[in-house]
């Protein structure tokens, strides 16, 4: 069965620094999603992006995160300059249509620790 | 805004019990719902769904029904085994009447199930 996949698994870097997670949708997936789950809460939408610009995006999602689709197969989710409360599981998704007719299907994730 | 609550956790049960995850929701649109699995160290895997009221969904022996009228969507199964051990997501997402949305999902905190045997 065809999945999402994240890398890397764990990523470890000094606040202030730029970071990207790199994700790889389902190929025949036309919507993409960035979530995240900081440890003990609950999982929060950032960004969703849908034929090469965002559609939609959570109050999280500001000036110091960018996504793009750079090459027809990736996904990439970009922190320009990491604070600690970035610190958190990022998790990549993809469906083939929006709302019921395509459950979203996600990737096991990237844990971000930030020092 | 849309939100979603689940019951607290962590559940701990016997090999055999029977499970209930409750779930309730608030919704400024026409929701669908949806159960998500978390094994460890895995990514969300799809649990089940139900798309209108009073719709069942069904999976690996777990069900949930879609109850308009009390906003609820608990998850259910008759006979739990150690590998449902596992966290449980509720969640959500909103058709918007005459707006639009990319179909972000909307999650409760989660249920840690522990399964002895």
């Known amino acids: 069965e065809p999945e999402v996949t994240q890398t890397p698994s764990h990523q470890v870097t000094q606040m202030g620094q730029e970071v990207i997670l790199r994700c790889v949708p389902i190929s025949n997936h036309l919507y993409f999603y960035w979530y995240r789950q900081i440890l003990g809460q609950k999982v929060e939408f950032l960004v969703s992006?849908?034929?090469?610009?965002?559609?939609?995006k959570s109050e999280i999602f500001d000036d110091q995160f960018s996504v793009e689709r750079p090459d027809g197969s990736n996904f990439t989710l970009k922190i320009r300059s990491t604070k600690l409360e970035d610190s958190a599981m990022y998790f990549c998704?993809?469906?083939?249509?929006?709302?019921?007719?395509?459950?979203?299907?996600f990737g096991d994730g990237t844990r971000l620790s930030i020092l | 805004g849309d939100s979603v609550t689940q019951m607290e956790g962590p559940v701990t049960l016997s090999e055999e019990a029977f499970l209930t995850i409750n779930c309730t929701y608030t919704?400024?649109?026409?929701?669908?719902l949806f159960w998500y699995v978390q094994y460890p160290g895995e990514g969300l895997q799809l649990l089940l769904k139900?798309?209108?009221?009073?719709d069942k969904g069904s999976n690996k022996g777990f069900e949930a029904t879609y109850r308009k009228e009390t906003t609820s969507f608990h998850l259910e199964k008759g006979s739990v085994q150690v590998s449902d051990s596992a966290v449980y997501f509720c969640?959500?997402?909103?058709?918007?009447?005459?707006?639009?949305?990319?179909?972000?999902?909307?999650f409760g905190q989660g249920t840690i199930l522990t399964v002895h045997p």
């Open positions: 139900a798309t209108k009221a009073d």
């Open positions: 919704a400024t649109g026409y929701p669908s």
């Open positions: 992006f849908y034929n090469n610009e965002i559609s939609e």
């Open positions: 998704a993809s469906s083939e249509a929006r709302y019921q007719r395509g459950p979203q299907h």
């Open positions: 969640a959500l997402t909103v058709r918007p009447a005459g707006g639009t949305s990319y179909g972000k999902l909307t």
